[in-house]
């Protein structure tokens, strides 16, 4: 009866949000202001994102809990990936490479921080696979890695260099070695380990679906296309926005896009730990922080290349530093197979800390 409650407010919110896209087309068709644009825009985006993951939910029914975990993560980042191409199209590397390092963070700090958090507060102590977090864990460690090497050989040269043909090369090299790596990891989850899954599977990790797959693949097809649109606009209005509110275009790539990217996450990942599926809210955030890292951050890299827009993999300090932080505690919280609602309040706490000092970076 809850859950029925939870879920028709939940639709009802999204319905409403939902005014939001014909009011940002408007506001951008009829030339409104470009902190319309933003907040319309960000407000479309949220309930596209979670009728995303619902979609993904659905077709999840069919094909089980770990390609669920994997399709949910895999969507719920296709809104970051969108928004990022169009700001590597306009030139505005800074917030790419801010939106991805917030997205990495939200996921690992907040997404799984609040389903720590929620499912804790239902459940006293809540237990998933310890064996597949430290396969999580160290592809993670590996991603931070890669970017923290190149920062690392590269900080005698000026940021304002970084972005040329000069560190192409090296971009591309680190960026197929990361593709290379993630592609394995996805042999190793769907193929020669596959069975280290099939036991979360046969536990009731499955999703329970109601729409059917058509109707699923019509959604996630649809919003998908809306979200484009939606990001186009949001894009075009960073810059004019952040001479408004006096704040940096470095604290809108890092913070406010990531939070509204990763709405299909919180959505799902909290819902799922809710319900006591700690095994699958964890895949959904850190499976998704491994794809922005080992996938979309590689990819967009490899695509600015292609669209003569392009982007180095070297990230300032402040960003590998906080990556780095994020994924370490990410795994000391995650390392015994057991969560409560205060190491969610932990990992939320992390993140916080961090914006509030990206505001005043």
């Known amino acids: ?207 329970e679906g109601q729409w059917g797959v058509r109707k699923a693949i019509v959604v996630l097809l649809a919003t998908t296309i809306i979200i484009a649109v939606e990001s186009e606009f949001l894009v075009a209005s960073i810059i004019p926005v952040t001479q408004e509110w006096g704040i940096s275009e470095f604290f809108v790539g890092i913070i406010l896009i990531p939070i509204v990217g990763n709405a299909a996450e919180h959505s799902t990942a909290i819902w799922m730990a809710m319900k006591n599926k700690m095994d699958v809210a964890i895949e959904i955030a850190v499976g998704s922080s491994l794809q922005i890292l080992l996938f979309v951050m590689p990819l967009l890299v490899i695509l600015g290349a292609l669209i003569d827009r392009t982007m180095s993999i070297v990230f300032i300090d402040v960003e590998v530093a906080s990556i780095l932080v994020a994924v370490w505690i990410a795994n000391r919280v995650a390392g015994d197979g057991q969560s409560n609602w205060l190491e969610g309040v932990q990992l939320m706490a992390v993140y916080l800390l961090i914006g509030i000092c990206f505001y005043w970076l």
């Open 1 to 207: 009866m809850k859950r029925q409650r939870r879920e028709v407010s939940e639709m009802m919110m999204m319905k409403f949000l939902l005014l939001a896209v014909p009011l940002s087309i408007a506001a951008e068709v009829l030339h409104w202001s470009s902190a319309t644009v933003f907040i319309a825009s960000c407000m479309a985006i949220i309930p596209l994102a979670m009728y995303m993951g619902i979609a993904t939910e659905e077709i999840a029914h069919v094909v089980g809990y770990q390609w669920g975990g994997f399709l949910n993560a895999t969507f719920g980042n296709a809104t970051e990936l969108i928004i990022a191409f169009f700001a590597l199209k306009a030139g505005l590397y800074d917030v790419v490479k801010a939106s991805l390092a917030g997205s990495v963070m939200g996921n690992i700090l907040l997404v799984l921080g609040a389903s720590m958090f929620a499912g804790g507060l239902r459940h006293k102590v809540q237990t998933f696979n310890v064996d597949l977090v430290e396969v999580s864990s160290s592809m993670l460690t590996f991603g931070a890695i890669g970017l923290c090497v190149p920062a690392i050989f590269l900080r005698s040269v000026g940021t304002g260099t970084l972005d040329s043909w000069r560190y192409e090369p090296l971009s591309l090299l680190i960026a197929v070695i990361m593709l290379g790596i993630y592609l394995l990891k996805m042999y190793f989850s769907f193929g020669s380990h596959r069975e280290f899954y099939r036991q979360e599977e046969e536990n009731g990790g499955e999703f």
